[in-house]
């Protein structure tokens, strides 16, 4: 027998209960009333990016990271010193002819944080420099291990061509690597059962809500014959439908009736709680503050403060120095770190702990104050122009080593008498 919702809204199911053709058992009754067993669920990526928290997770991290100023620079004994040039303006201007290089980084990210894995090949010019940077797509990219030298085959379709590229020329940043050193493992995939349960949730939440979150019920009263229960069931979704349709909030039942729900109780499921913890789940598999996927409800001012600062320590400066490691090796070759003027890349995150304005003006003037800044790198930290005899190194006068502190003028009395 069809619920009162399947009347009222259209839907029709033949498979009823009182036929014989329907096999009576606990999954096939679940089914009956709607309720999916787990392992009926098909997880894909595309489907656990249709999770709010995942795609709010995914965006959140690969914008934020690609973002960051990536800075060359050079290591001498008189300290580091940043450089520009072609390579400064490969990691910071156009990757290629095609992309920015903000494009490419947050599309090198996303593919990190969805299939576990990103890769960028570099291209070279005749002095073996780095010209161009390009994206491969991981479900396209075989890796393995030939004569114990890792390489990287590349076939971007059926017809193309297969690219093969060494290990020195291809940027690689694996969510984890698995046992082999080789395959990896990626955060979607690896989590899918707890991701699984968040779209079971978002599914039957989708179910509960639909049609004005009305629950499938039944009918019961005294009726004489099957006939008289299927025509006061027919009546009374045309009575539903009507009161749905034109926003009321009751209907009336004939003496001797009742409604009772089907299925399972929204509100003892405690839905809201639910979605609560499966977002805290989320957080955890990308290692996010849960303030950063929008769950505010234990934030306040200064903890909403700290998780700031423990989201660019723990994770922004982590996957920042992952990335780091692969452009120094891969950019400059493993000579580079034994050389005695080394090349290195480094992101700029200080734009994500700059604070307030008092708070920062504050810290640049203590660094000004105490010979850590010179007045231009603090007005080039705030993007300002420098300005002449700004590039001199200063400190307060008034501390000084015991003793050698200045004589009072003849004729004046020392302090505190």
Same mark, same amino acid.
């Given at each position: 027998?069809?619920?009162?919702?399947?009347? %009222? *809204?259209?839907?029709?199911?033949?498979?009823?209960?009182?036929?014989? =053709?329907?096999?009576?058992?606990?999954?096939?009754?679940?089914?009956?009333?709607?309720?999916?067993? #787990?392992?009926?669920? %098909?997880? +894909?990526?595309?489907?656990?990016?249709?999770?709010?928290?995942?795609?709010?997770?995914?965006?959140?991290?690969?914008?934020?990271?690609?973002?960051?100023?990536?800075?060359?620079?050079?290591? #001498?004994?008189?300290?580091?010193?940043?450089?520009?040039?072609?390579?400064?303006?490969?990691?910071?201007?156009?990757?290629?002819?095609?992309?920015?290089?903000?494009?490419?980084? @947050?599309?090198?990210?996303?593919?990190?944080?969805?299939?576990?894995?990103? *890769?960028?090949?570099?291209?070279?010019?005749?002095?073996?420099?780095?010209?161009?940077? *390009?994206?491969?797509?991981?479900?396209?990219? +075989?890796?393995?291990?030939?004569?114990?030298?890792?390489?990287? /085959?590349?076939?971007? $379709?059926?017809?193309?061509?297969?690219?093969?590229? =060494?290990?020195?020329?291809?940027?690689? %940043?694996?969510?984890?690597? /698995?046992?082999?050193?080789?395959?990896?493992?990626?955060?979607?995939?690896?989590?899918? &059962?707890?991701?699984? +349960?968040? !779209?079971?949730?978002?599914?039957?939440?989708?179910?509960?809500?639909?049609?004005? $979150?009305?629950?499938?019920?039944?009918?019961?009263?005294?009726?004489?014959?099957?006939?008289?229960?299927?025509?006061?069931?027919?009546?009374?979704?045309? %009575?539903?439908?009507?009161?749905?349709?034109?926003?009321?909030?009751?209907?009336?039942?004939?003496? #001797?009736?009742? !409604?009772?729900?089907?299925?399972? &109780?929204?509100? @003892?499921?405690?839905?809201?709680?639910?979605?609560?913890f499966l977002i805290e789940e989320i957080a955890r598999v990308f290692q996010l503050p849960p303030i950063f996927l929008h769950e505010l409800t234990r934030g306040t001012f200064s903890n909403a403060e700290q998780q &700031?600062?423990?989201?660019? @320590?723990?994770?922004?400066?982590?996957?920042?120095?992952?990335?780091? $490691?692969?452009?120094?090796?891969?950019?400059?070759?493993?000579?580079?770190?034994?050389?005695?003027?080394?090349?290195?890349?480094?992101?700029?995150?200080?734009?994500?702990? /700059?604070? &307030?304005?008092?708070?920062?003006?504050? #810290?640049?003037?203590?660094?000004?104050?105490?010979?850590?800044?010179?007045?231009?790198?603090?007005?080039?930290?705030?993007?300002?122009?420098?300005?002449?005899?700004?590039?001199?190194?200063?400190?307060?006068?008034?501390?000084?080593?015991? $003793?050698?502190?200045?004589?009072?003028?003849?004729?004046?009395?020392?302090?505190?008498?």
């Amino acid at each position: 027998m069809a619920t009162i919702l399947d009347r %009222v *809204f259209g839907r029709e199911n033949r498979n009823t209960i009182e036929s014989p =053709k329907v096999r009576i058992s606990s999954e096939s009754i679940a089914a009956y009333f709607g309720i999916s067993s #787990g392992n009926q669920i %098909v997880v +894909t990526d595309e489907k656990l990016l249709g999770i709010p928290a995942v795609w709010a997770a995914v965006n959140f991290l690969s914008r934020t990271l690609a973002a960051l100023p990536l800075h060359h620079f050079e290591r #001498g004994d008189e300290g580091p010193r940043r450089l520009t040039g072609s390579l400064d303006a490969l990691l910071n201007g156009a990757a290629n002819d095609e992309l920015s290089a903000y494009a490419l980084r @947050k599309w090198f990210w996303e593919r990190t944080f969805t299939t576990g894995r990103g *890769f960028a090949a570099i291209e070279r010019d005749a002095r073996g420099r780095a010209s161009d940077l *390009f994206p491969l797509e991981p479900s396209k990219v +075989t890796v393995e291990r030939i004569g114990g030298v890792r390489q990287y /085959r590349y076939k971007p $379709g059926a017809s193309a061509k297969e690219e093969i590229y =060494k290990a020195a020329d291809v940027i690689d %940043v694996a969510f984890m690597l /698995r046992e082999d050193g080789v395959g990896h493992y990626g955060p979607l995939q690896i989590c899918r &059962d707890s991701l699984a +349960t968040a !779209l079971g949730a978002k599914a039957y939440g989708g179910k509960i809500f639909k049609n004005g $979150g009305l629950p499938a019920v039944v009918i019961e009263g005294p009726f004489a014959s099957v006939e008289g229960a299927s025509k006061s069931a027919d009546e009374m979704a045309q %009575v539903m439908a009507k009161a749905f349709n034109e926003n009321k909030p009751a209907v009336a039942l004939p003496n #001797g009736h009742t !409604l009772k729900p089907v299925g399972i &109780d929204p509100q @003892k499921m405690q839905m809201t709680e639910f979605q609560r913890f499966l977002i805290e789940e989320i957080a955890r598999v990308f290692q996010l503050p849960p303030i950063f996927l929008h769950e505010l409800t234990r934030g306040t001012f200064s903890n909403a403060e700290q998780q &700031d600062l423990h989201f660019v @320590k723990h994770v922004v400066v982590q996957w920042a120095r992952a990335f780091e $490691g692969e452009a120094d090796l891969k950019l400059f070759g493993r000579d580079n770190y034994a050389k005695k003027r080394r090349q290195y890349v480094s992101h700029n995150v200080d734009g994500l702990l /700059r604070g &307030d304005f008092q708070t920062r003006m504050e #810290g640049l003037a203590k660094a000004v104050q105490n010979a850590i800044l010179t007045p231009n790198e603090a007005r080039a930290l705030e993007n300002r122009q420098a300005l002449p005899m700004g590039d001199d190194l200063l400190i307060q006068g008034a501390t000084v080593p015991l $003793g050698s502190q200045p004589l009072a003028p003849a004729g004046t009395s020392p302090p505190n008498e």
